[in-house]
């Protein structure tokens, strides 16, 4: 059973300050790694996606992926009311097409 | 440029009725996926299609699910006889190639399917 783990939160965070969000997963046939955005009732936006070992920088947003450790992370600086949501980390598999596993979710709460 | 669409957005079917769910892909897009999302749970996947060709259903929770993509773009998702089980949220996702770089997934809104 191939699986990506997540710590469910909430994580709550003072709006400005950065917030942290760990996944891991079992599958070393994972290739690329991906993190959605998700809101109350809405479907996933893609935030971004990594598929090389290191960090990816976009805007206030950083992925993190250590291959070896079988590890992602993405950091949100300054974090905004607005950035109040679930974040989904997933992993994609090319041997499978691509279809992605996902975690759980993590709730993240910024606190004006 | 216009993203996926899915439709109905709502579906209520009592159990035992059958149902049929649309995604229409963002134009161009070869690969396209469903995904069952339960609520509280991240999604997980049903089906994918390449252009026409469904290579991978080992997701489809049973022979009761049945999709179909016949001319490589719009695809329907369907569900004979639905069971109270079959309540989630359903959806769907392009994305331009297969392979490494290029292909991200897009979602569409999804269709929130309720039986009672």
């Given amino acids: 059973q191939k699986e990506v783990e997540q710590n469910s939160g909430p994580l709550s965070v003072p709006e400005g300050a950065i917030a942290s969000l760990n996944c891991t997963y079992s ?11 998700q809101y109350s009732g809405k479907s996933p936006e893609l935030i971004m996606s990594i598929y090389s070992n290191g960090d ?4 206030r947003f950083t992925a993190q992926l250590n291959k070896a450790s079988q590890y992602v992370s993405l950091l949100i600086r300054d974090s905004q009311p ?22 759980g979710g993590t709730r993240v709460l910024v606190k004006p | 440029g216009a993203g996926v669409s899915q439709s109905p957005r709502y579906k209520v079917a009592k159990r ?9 892909p963002i134009s161009g897009h070869v690969s396209l996926f469903w995904y069952q999302q339960a609520l509280g749970q991240g999604p997980e996947f049903l089906t994918y299609f390449q252009n026409e060709a469904q290579l991978d259903k080992s997701g489809l929770p049973s022979d009761r699910f049945f999709a179909e993509r016949p001319e490589g773009s719009v695809s329907t998702l369907k569900i004979q006889r639905t069971q109270q089980e079959d309540s989630a949220v359903y959806l769907c996702a392009s994305s331009l190639v297969y392979g490494t770089g290029g292909d991200e997934q897009y979602f569409g809104p999804g269709t929130r399917l309720t039986v009672t």
């Fill in chain 1, 56 to 59: 990816k920088e976009d805007g």
């Fill in chain 2, 16 to 24: 035992g009725q059958d149902v049929a769910l649309r995604c229409d």
């Fill in chain 1, 82 to 103: 607005s950035d109040s949501a679930t974040y989904l980390c997933a992993g994609g598999e090319k041997a499978a097409g691509n279809k992605l596993t996902f975690g």
């Fill in chain 1, 27 to 37: 599958d070393r046939g994972s290739q690329s790694f991906f993190w959605y955005r």
